[in-house]
């Protein structure tokens, strides 16, 4: 896998800067309403929903959070990613907190009920799925969405087990959740994409 440098190269030179979310990132927003508390006004940072994107890359969906209305915190391991984040806020005019850090780090964690919501696209290390379903709050959302096996059929790229979701692997991983949204695309490309609430 890419190291953090190998990154910063990529989102130096452009390669992987993306702006417009996922398209199944945006079927979250009709899932929003099922928040405890969305749609509660508050002025206090501390009380409004915390989001955040993980392995954020140049934040695409980070921002698209904050323009809702999160507070949220964007995780990458390369400064670069960060840089574009940031650009990209400033930009919109939005708050997000960036965060330099090694997600497969022994010694990461995402504490215990801090988030509303958790987004993952385009990455995956298995030993962080109790870290992500620790970290989220009881009727709080996740939504991931990465390469499955049948990738390997349409690309080069990722190429190892390790790298990517075997068939309904996600819904294992997400068990005891409430699946409200989950997607297999087989043709073209191969990915898997859930969004499950915390029950
Ligand atoms: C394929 S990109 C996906 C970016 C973003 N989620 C998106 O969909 O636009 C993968 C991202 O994971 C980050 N990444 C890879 N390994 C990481 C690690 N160990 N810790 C933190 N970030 C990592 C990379 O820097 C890169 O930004």
């Known amino acids: 896998m890419a190291t953090a440098s190998e990154w910063d ?3 130096r030179k452009g390669d992987s800067i993306l702006t417009e979310p996922d398209s199944f990132f945006l079927k979250l927003r009709s899932c929003y309403p099922l928040l405890p508390h969305w749609g509660v006004p508050t002025e206090d940072p501390l009380k409004r ?17 904050a323009q809702v209305g999160f507070e949220t915190t964007a995780i990458d391991f390369s400064k670069q990613a960060l840089t574009c984040v940031r650009r990209s806020a400033i930009h919109q005019g939005v708050t997000v907190d960036c965060r ?27 030993p962080l799925f109790p870290v992500l379903r620790r ?7 996740v939504i991931y969405k990465t390469y499955t096996t049948k990738q390997f059929r349409h690309a080069e790229w ?3 087990r ?5 068939p309904n692997e996600l819904l294992c991983l ?18 898997a994409a859930l969004i499950a609430q915390k029950i």
Do not use: K, M
Request: charged share 30%; aromatic share 12%; proline share 2%.
């Open 9 to 11: 190269e990529r989102f």
């Open 49 to 65: 929903l915390q989001a955040l994107d993980l392995a954020c890359g140049s934040g695409r969906h980070a921002i698209n959070l």
């Open 100 to 126: 330099l850090e090694d997600v497969e780090a022994v010694d990461f964690g995402l504490g215990r009920e801090s988030y509303d919501l958790v987004a993952v696209f385009f990455f995956l290390h298995r």
């Open 135 to 141: 970290c989220l709050r009881p009727g709080g959302l």
């Open 158 to 160: 990722p190429r190892q």
């Open 162 to 166: 390790v790298h990517v979701l075997e």
């Open 174 to 191: 997400f068990e005891g959740f409430r699946v409200l949204r989950y997607e297999e695309e087989w043709e073209g490309r191969g990915t």
